[in-house]
């Protein structure tokens, strides 16, 4: 089949009428990529990209990455053209309209059939699809044998200037440079404009040798040039340069509404008011989602194309099976050949109690940080869930995250050692999240990353997109409070767990002892509709041997239990989470028989425990309750309620030991007692 220039052409006349119609229709959207990069669509969509709609499951098709998703519409009018039943012509109709399958920007858990994940956010998407290939060359490395081929497919990238400007891009593109991902295709659509002027006026550096510098091949084309754009991919799938790709893509922005292509005023709705006129100029008839016999038909014969290649591919598939049952069985615990959604993945892990069974109990003369205990929890883990992967920001050595043995330091991902578990993303927390994304959405590996918690604030927006899209991504923060110390208030998170604990679909889990990390560890296994974050202390804990070691592990899995019942008639409630719970256990010995304490590590999980389980461990009767923290304690408030005190750290942290820093900001058994006398 060659590249037939002349109706893809029209599909690419078509896509744009369809752009201009969506948008039009909605009063709504962005124009301008749609239109400057249709003819990069045609020869995508209509040619050179290995998909296929009729199976959009299939595991070695080329992801395409739409990172600039503000141009969704370049996305949906390719994928309805394709023929992905669940963006047909009518949901194109319902663009940005409520309860449709193409919202403004796309998403993962609306239309996941050709949505490979949820962009909009500039930069995002850029660092997923470094995640995606990270992914494949581990399943490259892990799946393939000498005799079969499974996985050999590309990560295909479109971004624009405003990706590019977003650190997180270049955190990600700095790694993907270093890591050698030849497999990684990104297009640059480079149309000088970004949305409120032309692009000098922001940023003046040469891309093409910026990439170089990083460590990408780089070639320039004019991007409305198919035979260009074909010749520039083929050359970036067969470059054998050991690099990955960058196709910078000199387009016009809004191409085909002369009233505003080539400004910045093609970025938004602003050509839409043009639309008769330009469907006039671009040839199409009066009435709008014209999709003609031609095109239409070209796609339908393409499809039947690309459904012989997954054939192929499946027998192939079919025959590594029948020949490598191991392996067949460990990619079966992925999503691999049923997945639809990222989490699916997350679905096979062990049942909870299996996890549990497989963590040693802790001696009872243990007194260690979380951060440690989580070490040790880990490797048990990491053999029961062996597609689970793990990576730091530089900061192995105090995150203690180490798939194996960290002084030996041998299993890294590495270009020549694919097969490595443990991922070194240095210096770059919010691309470390977003490339963990990147690896979940991909389907295969379970990701997990570590840094300090006050870092969190540097990953918040990858953070909250995993939430959004349901991504079962494992965060590690440690160094979880003003425990911290002598690092300072720079180093001492206070108002970054109350910060979090508010993204929907977030899990926060804070553990108090080692064995509630137990429990903590494998609960964020066991969430697969969304990420956890793991939030570990850097100094010592007392191990709460009073309380049963499988109390302390489930507890921790339903988000709160009671550490310590009344021995009479409850009188008054203490509650706390992580390294604080043992002050509450201590005050509660000078409070009276009358006195429960309660831990609540994960206040979401807690939250969907069924109402009677809740109301069996803070039941409304009891309104006196004292819950201390070192957080910011406001977020305590729907637990103490109106006649309640939260005891919380409503300030900055300082530089000292962190015992006595505990104890200047209020962080002691002392202090309860001082809050249940004032109760009286």
């Known amino acids: 089949m060659t590249l037939r220039k002349d109706v893809l052409a029209k599909a690419a006349t078509i896509a744009r009428g369809l ?53 969704s519409m370049f996305l949906y009018s390719w994928l309805c053209l394709s023929g992905y039943a669940e963006v047909p012509l009518a949901e194109v109709k319902r663009f940005r309209q409520m309860g449709s399958k193409t919202p403004g920007h796309p998403e993962l858990t609306h239309a996941p059939s050709g949505i490979e994940t949820t962009t909009g956010p500039l930069g995002q998407g850029v660092a997923n699809a470094v ?12 799946f393939n044998t000498k005799d079969h081929t499974i996985f050999d497919h590309h990560i295909v990238c479109l971004a624009g200037d405003g990706c590019m400007q977003e650190g997180v891009a270049m955190e990600a593109i700095a790694f993907a440079g270093h890591q050698k991902l030849d497999n990684l295709i990104v297009f640059y659509d480079a149309n000088a404009v970004t949305l409120d002027a032309m692009a000098k006026a922001t940023q003046s550096e040469d891309a093409a040798k910026r990439f170089e510098a990083i460590g990408f091949d780089v070639q320039t084309i004019e991007g409305h040039d198919m035979d260009l754009i074909y010749a520039a991919f083929e050359r970036a ?57 031609e095109v239409a038909s070209y796609f339908s014969e393409h499809k039947q194309t690309l459904n012989a290649g997954y054939e192929a591919w499946l027998k192939t598939f079919n025959a590594w099976k029948a020949a490598n049952p191991a392996l067949a069985e460990l990619l079966g615990t992925s999503s691999a050949s049923s997945h639809t959604l990222p989490q699916d993945a997350a679905k096979k892990t062990p049942p909870i109690a299996e996890l549990l069974a497989a ?24 053999a029961k869930v062996p597609l689970l992967v793990g990576g730091s920001a530089d900061l192995y050595g105090s995150t203690l995250n180490y798939i194996g043995d960290l002084k030996a330091g041998d299993d890294d991902f590495a270009p020549g050692h694919r097969t490595g578990r443990n991922i070194r993303f240095g210096i770059r927390e919010h691309g470390m999240c977003a490339i963990l994304n990147g690896i979940a959405t991909h389907g295969i590996f379970r990701p997990s990353g570590a840094t300090f ?27 979880d409070s003003v425990g911290v110390g002598e690092d300072g208030p720079t180093h001492e998170p206070v108002e970054t767990i109350p910060g979090l604990r508010v993204i929907p679909n977030l899990d926060v889990i804070r553990p108090a002892d080692p064995e509630e990390t137990a429990g903590a560890y494998a609960a964020a ?95 409304k009767a009891c309104r006196k309750r004292i819950a201390i923290e070192a957080t910011v304690s406001s977020t305590w408030a729907p637990y103490v309620g109106l006649d309640g005190v939260s005891l919380g750290i409503d300030r900055f942290g300082m530089s000292a030991p962190g015992g006595e820093v505990m104890k200047e900001l209020g962080m002691t058994a002392e202090h309860v007692l001082a809050a249940a006398k004032a109760l009286g």
């Open 525 to 619: 296994l066991d969430h697969t509709e969304g990420p956890t974050l793991l939030a570990l202390s850097r100094q010592n804990v007392p191990l709460l041997s009073e309380i049963p070691a499988a109390t302390r592990r489930e507890g921790a899995v339903k988000g709160g239990y009671i550490a310590r019942k009344e021995t009479s008639e409850l009188k008054l409630i203490l509650l706390s989470a992580g390294s604080e719970l043992q002050h509450a256990l201590k005050a509660a010995d000078s409070l009276g028989s009358g006195t429960r304490v309660v831990s609540l590590p994960c206040f979401s999980r807690f939250n969907r425990q069924p109402a009677d389980y809740r109301e069996s461990v803070l039941p």
């Open 131 to 142: 995640g995606m290939a990270v992914s494949a060359k581990m399943a490259e490395a892990r």
């Open 453 to 479: 918690l006050v870092f969190a604030d540097y990953c918040r927006g990858a953070i909250r997109l995993a939430a959004l899209s349901h991504m079962p991504v494992i965060y590690i923060f440690t160094h």
């Open 237 to 293: 799938k067969q470059a054998g340069s050991g690099k990955p790709q960058l196709i910078i893509a000199k387009t016009l922005i809004g191409k085909g509404i002369p009233e505003v292509e080539g400004t910045q005023k093609a970025h938004g709705e602003g050509g839409a008011k043009f639309a008769e006129a330009a469907r006039k100029g671009l040839g199409l008839p009066d009435a709008p989602w014209y999709v003609s016999p």
């Open 359 to 382: 963590i040693p109990v802790f001696p009872e003369s243990t007194k260690i940080a979380t951060r440690k205990a989580g070490q040790d929890v880990l490797q048990p883990l990491a």
């Open 19 to 71: 752009a201009i119609d969506a948008v039009h229709a909605s009063n709504s959207g962005h124009l301008g990529l749609p239109l400057g990069c249709a003819e990069i669509g045609a020869v995508l969509f209509g040619y050179t990209l290995s998909h296929c709609p009729d199976h959009p499951e299939w595991l070695n098709r080329d992801r395409f990455v739409l990172s600039a998703g503000h141009g």
